[in-house]
């Protein structure tokens, strides 16, 4: 399955200040790598993980997940990643500004990281933003500016918003925040199920073995795809197949079911 910057769904962070491992994480099953300069680098390192930068270690898209706006980092780190060819950039703490308006004028395609009540608050604007490709959920970060729980209850109005900004924008589906759990891949699995029902298309990784588990989850099952294939080929207009009715919407969301089945190389 090949991949690009639009369309990815479990790309996997790995800290900048660890090089060693950008190789590893290009093999890793993960369909983008997205080296990190922000959270998981300590102050003291960022400089050093900034030299570190490459993207000519992976087949699939290497994005750079900058110092959020109004760092000390942040201009240095764009100016790294504008001369890396064929890197893109992740924006953290993503908001409405003139910040990212004049980032988004420039070469990168860009991923915004909404982490925040103002960034939520203006995801529209954000998504709409020339040059933003994709939105993504920083669930935990958004969690401790509100002072929320980790829970799909808590977060569920969040998520929708992302879903719906991408939707008006006219931009791919946003990607879900991370499961930060390594040792259960039901959870894992299951959260990227959840975040493909609400209509994300992908979820951001921390261990290459939570990628196998997000990939399972954004995979439509057999019985989805019978039930789809079922739908496509019932005709036009208004029909009734196993005692449900069929009509245009339907088929166009059983479509969308077997264009996903036919990018994970599936079938019923």
């Given at each position: 399955?090949?991949?690009?910057?639009?369309?990815?769904?479990?790309?996997?962070?790995?800290?900048?200040?660890?090089?060693?491992?950008?190789?590893?994480?290009?093999?890793?099953?993960?369909?983008?790598?997205?080296?990190?300069?922000?959270?998981?680098?300590?102050?003291?390192?960022?400089?050093?993980?900034?030299?570190?930068?490459?993207?000519?270690?992976?087949?699939?898209?290497?994005?750079?997940?900058?110092?959020?706006?109004?760092?000390?980092?942040?201009?240095?780190?764009?100016?790294?990643?504008?001369?890396?060819?064929?890197?893109?950039?992740?924006?953290?703490?993503?908001?409405?500004?003139?910040?990212?308006?004049?980032?988004?004028?420039?070469?990168?395609?860009?991923?915004?990281?909404?982490?925040?009540?103002?960034?939520?608050?203006?995801?529209?604007?954000?998504?709409?933003?020339?040059?933003?490709?994709?939105?993504?959920?920083?669930?935990?970060?958004?969690?401790?500016?509100?002072?929320?729980?980790?829970?799909?209850?808590?977060?569920?109005?969040?998520?929708?918003?992302?879903?719906?900004?991408?939707?008006?924008?006219?931009?791919?589906?946003?990607?879900?925040?991370?499961?930060?759990?390594?040792?259960d891949p039901e959870?894992?699995?299951?959260?990227?199920?959840?975040?493909?029902?609400?209509?994300?298309?992908?979820?951001?990784?921390?261990?290459?073995?939570?990628?196998?588990h997000i990939m399972?989850?954004?995979?439509?099952?057999?019985?989805?795809?019978?039930?789809?294939?079922?739908?496509?080929?019932?005709?036009?207009?208004a029909v009734a197949?196993?005692?449900?009715?069929?009509?245009?919407?339907?088929?166009?969301?059983?479509?969308?079911?077997?264009?996903?089945?036919?990018?994970?190389?599936?079938?019923?």
């Amino acid at each position: 399955m090949t991949s690009t910057l639009l369309d990815f769904v479990a790309p996997i962070f790995i800290p900048g200040d660890r090089p060693e491992r950008f190789e590893k994480a290009g093999v890793s099953g993960a369909d983008a790598v997205i080296i990190d300069l922000e959270d998981g680098v300590a102050d003291t390192n960022k400089d050093a993980a900034r030299a570190n930068l490459r993207a000519d270690f992976a087949s699939v898209p290497v994005l750079v997940r900058v110092n959020a706006v109004g760092t000390e980092w942040f201009e240095d780190d764009v100016a790294a990643v504008e001369r890396l060819s064929g890197a893109h950039v992740m924006v953290p703490k993503a908001e409405p500004g003139p910040e990212l308006v004049a980032l988004g004028r420039g070469s990168m395609s860009i991923v915004a990281l909404v982490e925040s009540a103002r960034g939520l608050a203006g995801a529209r604007e954000v998504a709409s933003v020339p040059g933003v490709v994709r939105l993504a959920f920083g669930s935990i970060d958004y969690c401790a500016d509100l002072g929320c729980a980790h829970t799909r209850d808590a977060l569920a109005s969040a998520r929708r918003e992302l879903v719906f900004a991408s939707r008006l924008a006219g931009i791919s589906a946003p990607l879900d925040g991370v499961t930060t759990t390594l040792d259960d891949p039901e959870a894992v699995r299951s959260d990227a199920r959840y975040a493909c029902d609400l209509g994300f298309s992908g979820k951001l990784a921390v261990h290459p073995k939570q990628v196998p588990h997000i990939m399972a989850g954004f995979t439509p099952g057999a019985d989805e795809i019978a039930w789809a294939e079922t739908v496509v080929s019932s005709g036009d207009g208004a029909v009734a197949r196993s005692g449900s009715m069929v009509d245009e919407p339907v088929r166009r969301r059983a479509a969308l079911i077997l264009e996903r089945a036919a990018r994970f190389g599936v079938s019923g």
